[in-house]
């Protein structure tokens, strides 16, 4: 079973920086891309950055310019460097990883357990 492990959520002042990591646990056969998406309480997860295996990135509009996703094909790990950072950012971060874990497997997304991420005014 791939688990996804993140880090680097934690507290931090308005105009401060964090930086998101998410490795997978083990290998996995083939992965399309990987991201990030935020969840606030009653509202419905929403796509912060992914990357796909080309290196093609997307970004939602509310942090462009500010956040930027990268990954490091041979950890199976992406990152998320968020600068800027405003008390509307505050939110459950969570990695996705969309891939095939073996061969012959039908794709699949996994999801991280999420990381708190407080921004304070």
């Known amino acids: 079973q791939v688990q996804l492990v993140e880090s680097g959520g934690g507290l931090v002042q308005a105009g401060g920086s964090l930086r998101l990591s998410c490795a997978a646990s083990?290998?996995?056969?083939?992965?399309?891309?990987m991201g990030w998406y935020r969840q606030a309480p009653g509202k419905q997860r929403e796509l912060v950055a992914f990357i796909n295996s080309g290196g093609t990135t997307n970004y939602a509009d509310s942090v462009n310019g500010r956040f930027t996703i990268s990954r490091d094909n041979a950890k199976n790990t992406v990152y998320l460097q968020m600068n800027s950072l405003k008390p509307e950012d505050t939110d459950v971060y969570y990695c996705?990883?969309?891939?095939?874990?073996?061969?012959?497997?039908?794709?699949?997304?996994?999801w991280g357990q999420g990381t708190q991420v407080t921004v304070s005014s």
């Open positions: 083990r290998s996995i056969f083939v992965i399309n891309g």
């Open positions: 996705a990883l969309d891939g095939f874990p073996h061969p012959g497997a039908t794709p699949r997304r996994y």
